[in-house]
């Protein structure tokens, strides 16, 4: 009779400033896109969780919302929902965006981890973008902390490094019986993804404020009989003035966002969409406690 090593699995919530890359880790890990990616910071508004099977091991990772200086009340959810998914989690990665170092943001989030008596596995990110020169201070650096239960060079855009980091991380689950179905690769859901695919583009397509903004609602998700897929989505922003933003010069940029859109969630979704984009208004969208909890927050007092 041949023995069977025990089963493994947990979470590991990945933590780090905006930007840090952690959305792309999560898509590199599980090889598929689940978090939209984009430059611009605080693109992550909750949790995403996506599951990877090595071996005998089920590694649930966790996408989290960037750890920074929160000023309104909806940043104040998403860094709450980043430290409590550290908090619930087996392990921690620590994302250091190479190219920042050790700056404020990441400075606080060491500290932070200090204050809790967590240790995290630390792995500097985007190690294709920089010197390797600039790597080895930072490397001290973090080693110095004493928060580090380990350091990793990853790109997590090339996947350079990352092999080993979750070799890593399997080696950290307890023994368990696995917390997802072995086909189910995360617990977000097609009608989240649409919403979110658009929010993306908003990202990618509109000026600096605006995206901060918005969110975006899935209202219909209907199978067709061709195979096809009918999406209807809304795009809520805050202001009068914002909505002939996102519509454009005779609805320009909406198509432009539908389009690109409807390309991504084709690709994603493996069939063919039709997308309906609308744009509502609805003044203080962000002050609604419903808003935060369809989003996948809490309301913070
Ligand atoms: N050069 C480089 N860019 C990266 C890497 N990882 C992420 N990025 C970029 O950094 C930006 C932020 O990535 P994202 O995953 O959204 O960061 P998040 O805010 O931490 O989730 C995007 O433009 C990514 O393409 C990396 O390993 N190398
Ligand atoms: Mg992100």
Redesign the pocket.
């Known amino acids: 009779m041949t023995e069977h090593p025990p089963k493994r699995a947990g979470f590991v919530a990945i933590l ?10 999560l898509n590199q890990i599980v090889g598929r896109k689940l ?5 611009k ?4 508004r909750t949790r995403i969780r996506g599951v990877r099977i090595e071996g005998e091991a089920q590694l649930v990772l966790v ?1 989290t919302p ?1 750890i920074f200086q929160p000023r309104r009340r909806l940043d104040r959810a998403m860094v709450d929902k980043a430290w409590g998914e550290a908090a619930e989690a087996d392990a921690v990665v620590l ?1 250091i965006d190479a ?1 920042r170092g050790l700056d404020d943001d990441a400075t606080r989030i060491l500290d932070g981890l200090k204050s809790s008596g967590r240790k995290a596995v630390v792995a500097i ?5 920089v010197a390797r020169a600039t790597l080895l201070p930072i490397a001290k650096a973090i080693d110095e902390s004493g928060v580090a239960a380990a350091v990793f060079m ?5 996947g350079d490094g990352v092999e080993d980091l979750v070799r890593d991380l399997v080696k950290r689950l307890p023994e368990s019986e696995w917390l997802f179905p072995e086909d189910q690769l995360s617990d977000i859901t097609e009608r989240f993804l649409a919403a979110e695919i658009v929010r993306e583009q908003l990202f990618l397509k509109l000026g600096r404020e605006l995206p901060y903004a918005a969110t975006v609602e899935t209202e219909r998700f209907l199978e067709q009989k061709d195979g096809s897929a009918r999406i209807e989505a809304t795009i809520i922003v805050q202001k009068d003035s914002q909505k002939p933003i996102v519509l454009g010069h005779q609805g320009s940029k909406i198509k432009e966002i539908g389009q690109a859109a409807r390309v991504e969630l084709e690709a994603e979704l493996e069939r063919r969409v039709h997308l309906f984009l609308f744009v509502k208004v609805r003044k203080g969208w962000d002050e609604e406690p419903s808003r935060f909890r369809d989003m996948g927050l809490d309301f913070p007092q």
């Not at 780090?16 to 880790?25: C, E, I, R, V």
Request: charged share 10%; hydrophobic share 35%.
């Open positions: 780090g400033a905006p930007n840090a890359g952690k959305s792309t880790l978090s939209i990616v984009t430059p910071v605080q693109t992550t996408d960037g994302l190219t990110n985007k190690v294709d973008a990853i790109s997590a855009l090339t």
